[in-house]
């Protein structure tokens, strides 16, 4: 079965465009990761959200060749782990990851945290070595992931080139509207990760009204409040039925009203559900 595509794209500010909506792939175990982002692909899915750090970067680069669709068709992002910041590292691990992704090219490649408190705080040097292989010609474009306003600020000073995206947790129950609006305010793109907050979203009474009102599922509720903010998504799932639910949020439209209730579920920094990026220092 292969249902209608995502219908959306952001332009990007480097001239090029990204799917709106994309397939995650955090928590997909290798051993599983060939047939679910095949499963994704098959679907309909053209965006895939993978890193070094997911440990699946080879078996989705299998899905994608046994896929059969162009490369061109398919948008691929990976992200540099927290291991490997040094210049070197980031050469080094990226061919590795074009080897296990079996591409030639890469579209989009993001510093996965910041680590503001490892390697004396220089994130700089790292965001150079993004930017050299964006010049070296295998990487498309570079970005960012989890950058609060300081690091964006500071990258974007220091370089004078801004990342295209900044991928940042953001969901109904946490907006993170200081990253989302310094990111916005530099002309870069919002990617929310954990856009159904790990399927809490999905249990809200707020959010199954809604549903109840539009006839669609909490899912397509919460992932459609995400595209009629702007957002860039990829939610992530071991079955294809919610993988197909997910995709088909381009037909109908949730109203004023019903997007200002869903506003009201912030609850700021409490409704953080991952860690936070000015003390993360996991390697
Ligand atoms: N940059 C970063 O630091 C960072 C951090 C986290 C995530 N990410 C990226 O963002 C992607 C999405 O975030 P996420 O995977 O953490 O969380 P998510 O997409 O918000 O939620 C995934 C959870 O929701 C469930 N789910 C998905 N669709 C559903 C549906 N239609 N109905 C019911 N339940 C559904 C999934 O269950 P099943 O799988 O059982 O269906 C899974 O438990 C990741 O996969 C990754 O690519 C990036």
Redesign the pocket.
């Known amino acids: 079965m292969t249902s209608s595509r995502a219908t959306s794209s952001i332009k990007l500010s480097d001239g090029t465009s990204i799917p709106q909506l994309g397939f ?5 175990p290798p051993a599983d990761a060939v047939e679910t982002v095949g499963a994704a692909l098959d679907v309909g899915f053209r965006h895939i ?3 070094q750090g ?1 440990k699946n970067e080879a078996e989705v680069g299998e899905a994608i060749a046994n896929s059969g669709i162009a490369r061109d068709e398919i948008y691929v992002t990976s ?1 540099l782990t927290n291991s490997m910041h040094a210049r070197d590292d980031v050469m080094r691990s990226f061919d590795e990851t074009l080897a296990k992704l079996r591409l030639d090219k890469l579209d989009l490649f ?1 510093i ?2 910041p680590l503001p408190t490892r390697y004396d705080g220089d994130f700089v040097s790292t965001w150079r070595a993004m930017l050299e292989l964006v010049e070296d010609g295998r990487l498309t474009s570079a970005g960012v ?2 950058f609060e306003p300081a690091h964006l600020t500071k990258i974007i000073d220091e370089t004078g080139a801004t990342p295209v995206v900044n ?3 953001a ?1 109904p129950y946490f907006h993170n509207n200081a990253a989302r609006q310094a990111s916005h305010d530099q002309a870069i793109a919002v990617e929310a ?7 809490e979203a ?1 249990d809200d009474p707020i959010v199954k009204a809604i549903a109840t009102e539009t006839d669609r ?4 509720v919460v992932l459609r409040w995400h595209v009629q903010r702007g957002d860039i ?7 294809r039925e ?2 197909a ?2 995709l088909a949020i381009f037909d109908f439209e949730l109203s004023d009203d019903q997007i200002a209730r869903i506003d009201t579920l912030d609850r700021g920094e409490d409704g953080r559900q ?1 860690p936070n990026p000015n003390t993360f220092d996991a390697l």
Do not use: C
């Open positions: 995650g792939t955090f928590q997909v959200d993978t890193a997911y992200k993001l996965h945290w992931s989890n991928q940042i947790e969901h990760w954990g856009p159904l907050a790990r399927g999905l599922a909490a899912s397509q998504i990829f939610p992530k799932s071991m079955h919610r993988m639910e997910n991952g």
